[in-house]
Structure formats: structure tokens, C-alpha cells
């Protein structure tokens, strides 16, 4: 199995190039973005060293599913999905925060919580909550998006100070954040699955506000199953969860949060592939077929390939 670390293409017309964290984004003539999703991984804002087998195609095909199925509540940004990892779009002004929407005390807030904290983005939590338990109704705790390191959280009304988004886009991006959360945790719901926290990201173009990025996939979203969360709760078990968050964990164990000083621990090849199959595992899981693995011998040619014919028709 052969992992996409980084793209190298040179496109007709390509105006620019963007690396992230984890996509390869390629503009075509400032109108149309082609984003490649890599297998690179990132946790506590840092890119790790090895990339995961299958996670950019695990990634794209979530999130172009669950793009598809909400595109009545908001309109979204794809135009083409021309491969496997890789999805063509309109050019959006990005807004500047992300849009977290949490409807369990589980990951981030969970440790802000057992820091004593019981405020988050200004947003009051009660007491005597334990790890993984429901919020008494989902909670919407926004961080700037930073170009470079760490996002940081920000209180609805800090944001509204620092001039970032209006609050007449602000409104809609909360309404937008709610239908979503909403919707996505239906559909997980009908494959056993509760959908814990997630995130979204907005951009505009000509006035009108669109939905950008990917959606509802493991690295946006926590899940746990729905089948014995209300028992492991009770017990005070650790839930069984597909996620990002078991890297975390695996990370935070090996002494490394993305702090200054810390190295980040060998990602031998027997936890490269185990990572591999969680993500593949919640691919089946969420979309409930059977996950088809792409060609991995010459992944770079057949996206390429695939890009250029895409392009010739829009």
C-alpha cells in the first residue's frame, strides 16, 4: 500500500498553488479550486511524519457524500468529483473561524472541562459532568482559523469584536452550523452511530454563503456507537468511538501534544496501518458499503489524469 504524501502538478491555466496541512489545493484561473486530499495526517496542528494509506480517499468520498446530502440546507462549494481524492470547486472567500459544534463533553472541551474550566467560548457548562456524557443541548464553541500553528478558541462575542465576520453573516453561519449538526446526526444515527462533535467551515462568494471544505469525516468529526454508549456511561467505560481523537491519544500517551520541545513519536508501519483501517473502518461504518480501495501504484498519474479531463468540461 502506497500513502499520497504531496502532489506536483502543473495545471493549464493554474494560477496558484496552496499546500495545507492535509490537501493539495491548485487554483485554476481565480475561479476554480482543485482540491487534492493527500494521506498526510495532522494532530494537535502538526503534521506527522507518515502518511495513511487510504485517508485522503476515505476523506473526499465522506465528504462528498454528506455535501450531497445536505445541499438543501446550505448551498456547498463542489462542482466535480473528479477521483477518488479529489474534489473541483468554486472559489470561496473563506471566513476566518470554524464553526465547532459539540453535543457531548468529549475530546478538547472534555479537557477544558477536567481543567476546572466550565465555560467554553463563553458558552457556561453545568457541574458534575463526566467524560463523553450529553450536553444538555449542542453547543456551538467557534476558533479562529490560523494560517500557521494552533486555532484558538473564541467566544461568540470576542469574535464579533475582532471584526472578523458580521453579525448578520454570524447569524446565518449559526443557523447554517445547527441544520447541519442536526441533519448529520440523523443520518449517523441510521448507521448506529451518534455524531459527538464536528466542525464546519464557510466561505462567500458573490453574496452568497457557502458551505466549504469537508464534512461530517473523521478528521472533522467525532463518532461514538450507539449501540452500549448508555451503558459504558453508567460504568464509567471509555466509549467506543471512530475518530481522530484515538491518534490523540495515542500521541498525548508517547509524550506529544505539538508543544515546543516535543518530538513526535516513531509511527512504525503496524500503527500506520492500524490507523489505516480505523479510517476505512468508519468509511463503512457511516456510508454503510463496503470501502473500495483506489489504485495505489500510480495514484499521482491517475489524478492528474482525471483532473485535466474534469477541467476540460468545466
Known sequence: MKALKETHFSFPNQSNFYKGKVRDVYTIKEAVM??????????FDVVLPEAIPFKGQVLNQIAAKFLKATEDLVPNWVLNVCDPMVT?????????????????????????YQAGKRSICGVALP????????????????????????????????????????????????????????RGTEIAAKSGLILVDTKYEFGKADGTIYLIDEIHTPDSSRYFYTEGYEERQ???????????????????????QGK???????????VVNSISDRYIELYEQIVGEKF???????????????????LQTL
Not at 470547486?89 to 457531548?104: A, L, S, T
Not at 479562529?144 to 467566544?155: F, L, P, Q
Not at 467506543?240 to 500521541?251: D, G, H
Request: overall charge negative; aromatic content about 6%; some cysteine.
Open 34 to 43: 482543485v482540491m487534492v486530499v493527500s494521506d498526510r495526517i495532522s494532530a
Open 88 to 112: 473541483i470547486g468554486r472559489i470561496c472567500e473563506p471566513f476566518k473561524v470554524e464553526m465547532v459544534i459539540r453535543g457531548y463533553l468529549a475530546g478538547h472541551a472534555w479537557r477544558e
Open 127 to 182: 457541574n458534575g459532568l463526566k467524560e463523553n456524557d450529553k450536553l444538555p443541548e449542542p453547543i456551538i464553541t467557534p476558533t479562529t482559523k490560523a494560517s500557521v500553528g494552533h486555532d484558538e478558541d473564541i467566544s461568540r462575542e470576542d469574535l464579533l469584536a475582532t471584526g472578523i465576520v458580521s453579525i448578520i453573516d454570524y447569524n446565518k453561519l449559526e443557523t447554517f452550523t445547527h441544520a447541519l449538526y442536526k
Open 234 to 256: 453508567r460504568i464509567d467505560e471509555p466509549q467506543k468511538q471512530l475518530s481522530k481523537e484515538f491518534v490523540r491519544k495515542w500521541l498525548i500517551e508517547n509524550n506529544f
Open 260 to 270: 515546543d520541545g516535543q518530538t513526535v513519536p516513531v509511527m512504525t508501519e503496524e
Open 292 to 310: 473500495i480501495k483506489a489504485d495505489t501504484e500510480s495514484t499521482s498519474t491517475r489524478i492528474e489524469k482525471n483532473i485535466l479531463a474534469a
